[in-house]
C-alpha cells in the first residue's frame, strides 16, 4: 500500500511571501550568500544579525524584522575576539545573539524563536566526503527555515566550476546574493538568483569594509546602480 500523502490545492490558503529583507531574504526559507573568501560576506552577515537584534529598518529599505533573536553557527571566528566585538560594533543587542557550534537540528530552538539564523560557512557543517548528498542538507536546512519561521542565511564561496555539489547548493537557495569587490574595501551586494521576485526589481546595493581599534565593521550603504 502506498504511504504517499496527497494535498489538494484547493485546500491550501494562499499567502504572500514574508521577508526579512524584501526582495533579499526571505523568512521562513534558505537564502545563500556567495563570494569569494576574504571580501566581507561574515561582517555583512553580521551586520544583518545585529539590526535583526535591535529591530533596526534593514539597509535602504524600510522593513523592520524585530527586535528578534538571532542564531549564529560560526565554525571559524573566535566568539571572544571577533564575533562579540563585530556585533558590539554593529550595536547589536547582545542578549538576542545565541551561538551554536554543533549539528544543526530544528530541537535547537525550543528555548528561543529566532527571526534569523546564520551558518557560516555552510562547508563546516556540509559533510562532502559522506553519503549525504548536498541536495538532502540543504532540503534538511529548508526544513528548518519553514518550522522556524527564520530567515536561514547561509555563507558560502561557490567554485563556479568543477564541482557538482556547489551546483545542487545553489539550485536548492531560494534566494542567493553574491558579493563581489569593486574596490580597495567597497562590496557590491547582488541578487543573482530568486525563485522568489523577478531580478530586475532588485538593485544592487553598494557596502564598505572598515576597521575601527582592528574590529572590521560594515558601513556606508548606497544604492549600486
Same mark, same amino acid.
Given at each position: 500500500m502506498s504511504s504517499a500523502v496527497w494535498t489538494k490545492l484547493s485546500d491550501v490558503a494562499a499567502e504572500p511571501v514574508k521577508w526579512l529583507w524584501e526582495g533579499r531574504i526571505p523568512l521562513g526559507k534558505v537564502t545563500l550568500l556567495d563570494g569569494e573568501p576574504g571580501l566581507g560576506k561574515s561582517m555583512m552577515a553580521l551586520e544583518i544579525a545585529a539590526r535583526v537584534s535591535r529591530g533596526a529598518t534593514m539597509p535602504l529599505s524600510k522593513d523592520r524584522a524585530g527586535p528578534a533573536d538571532v542564531a549564529i553557527f560560526n565554525d571559524d571566528d573566535s566568539l571572544a575576539d571577533t564575533i562579540r566585538p563585530r556585533l558590539e560594533a554593529e550595536g547589536a543587542d547582545l542578549s538576542r545573539i545565541h551561538s551554536f557550534n554543533q549539528t544543526i537540528k530544528a530541537t535547537d530552538f525550543t528555548s528561543f524563536e529566532p527571526g534569523l539564523i546564520i551558518i557560516d560557512p555552510l562547508s563546516a557543517y556540509l559533510c562532502l566526503h559522506c553519503d549525504v548528498p548536498p541536495r538532502k542538507i540543504m532540503k534538511d536546512l529548508?526544513? %528548518? /527555515?519553514? #518550522?522556524?519561521?527564520?530567515?536561514?542565511?547561509?555563507?558560502?564561496? !561557490?567554485? &563556479?566550476?568543477?564541482?557538482?555539489?556547489?551546483?545542487?547548493?545553489?539550485?536548492?537557495?531560494?534566494?542567493? %546574493? /553574491?558579493? #563581489?569587490?569593486?574596490?580597495?574595501?567597497?562590496?557590491?551586494?547582488? !541578487?543573482? &538568483?530568486?525563485?522568489?521576485?523577478?531580478?530586475?526589481?532588485?538593485?544592487p546595493l553598494v557596502f564598505q569594509i572598515e576597521s575601527n581599534d582592528g574590529v572590521g565593521n560594515v558601513s556606508g550603504w548606497s544604492d549600486g546602480v
Open positions: 529548508a526544513y %528548518l /527555515a519553514k #518550522t522556524t519561521h527564520a530567515a536561514v542565511l547561509v555563507l558560502q564561496y !561557490l567554485p &563556479k566550476t568543477g564541482t557538482s555539489w556547489a551546483g545542487e547548493i545553489y539550485d536548492a537557495a531560494r534566494s542567493v %546574493l /553574491a558579493v #563581489t569587490s569593486i574596490g580597495h574595501n567597497r562590496r557590491r551586494l547582488s !541578487l543573482t &538568483k530568486s525563485n522568489l521576485v523577478p531580478l530586475a526589481e532588485v538593485r
